[in-house]
């Protein structure tokens, strides 16, 4: 079991806007900053959002970040194809003093 | 164009040492932290050690602490990940990240380790 908890899989169609939620608790989501990866099949993660809603650069606004309490969602917008994908929350857990992933999330553009 | 490239990893026995390396290049090294995440078949990241750019801070998931640990080498723009009394559960792949305790904005191409007998 992940400390941080994502629904195994959503899906959507294209266009579509989708959600990807994040639960922890106040040792991780509730008193850090969280960040967002995608995995695309046979490659590595890709920083998406960092400090909870910035993007690095390249990554396009149709994904975005935010947190509230000890939650945490990723938003896509505009579906592509592209998107599907593993996703990943992530943060530090300071009572665990490590980083800790989420389960993942598989997106399935329909 | 940041690059990490990992190698050193392999097939090894349990309880055997595996050394891994990471070379760093296209950024100024010893500005930024640096991890070891590696991702076990079919499943999601784990966070396996995180060190500061001058070495001073170092952590471990419990899962590693005491058999494994981290450094860097800030004049050959090199990390390290010493692994001793190796586990079937260690395998996996293994990637070299920059950051250190809380984003990890590029990864590398990941290096397979493997512990059977």
């Known amino acids: 079991q992940s400390v941080l908890t994502q629904p195994p899989s959503v899906s959507a169609a294209p266009g579509q806007k989708v959600t990807i939620s994040c639960s922890g608790s106040?040792?991780?989501?509730?008193?850090?900053?969280l960040s967002w990866y995608q995995q695309l099949p046979g490659t590595a993660p890709k920083l998406l959002i960092y400090?909870?809603?910035k993007r690095p650069s390249g990554i396009p606004d149709r994904f975005s970040g935010s947190k509230s309490g000890t939650s945490a969602t990723l938003g896509i917008t505009g579906l592509q194809t592209g998107d599907e994908a593993d996703y990943y929350c992530g943060t530090w857990d300071s009572s665990l003093s490590s980083v800790v992933f989420g389960g993942g999330t598989k997106l399935t553009v329909l | 164009e940041v690059q990490l490239v990992e190698s050193g990893g392999g097939v090894e026995r349990p309880g055997a040492s595996l050394r891994l390396s990471c070379a760093a290049s296209g950024f100024t090294f010893d500005n930024y932290g640096m991890s070891w995440v590696r991702q076990a078949p079919g499943k999601g990241p784990e966070w396996v050690s995180g060190?500061?750019?001058?070495?001073?801070?170092?952590g471990y998931a419990d899962s590693v602490k005491g058999r494994f640990t981290i450094s860097r080498d800030n004049a050959k723009n090199s990390l390290y990940l010493e692994m001793n009394s190796l586990k079937a559960e260690d395998t996996a792949l293994y990637y070299c990240?920059?950051?250190?305790?809380?984003?990890?904005?590029?990864w590398g191409q990941g290096i397979l380790v493997t512990v059977s007998s």
């Open positions: 060190i500061n750019w001058n070495g001073g801070t170092r």
């Open positions: 990240a920059r950051g250190a305790f809380l984003s990890f904005d590029y």
């Open positions: 106040t040792s991780n989501i509730g008193n850090n900053y």
């Open positions: 400090d909870n809603n």
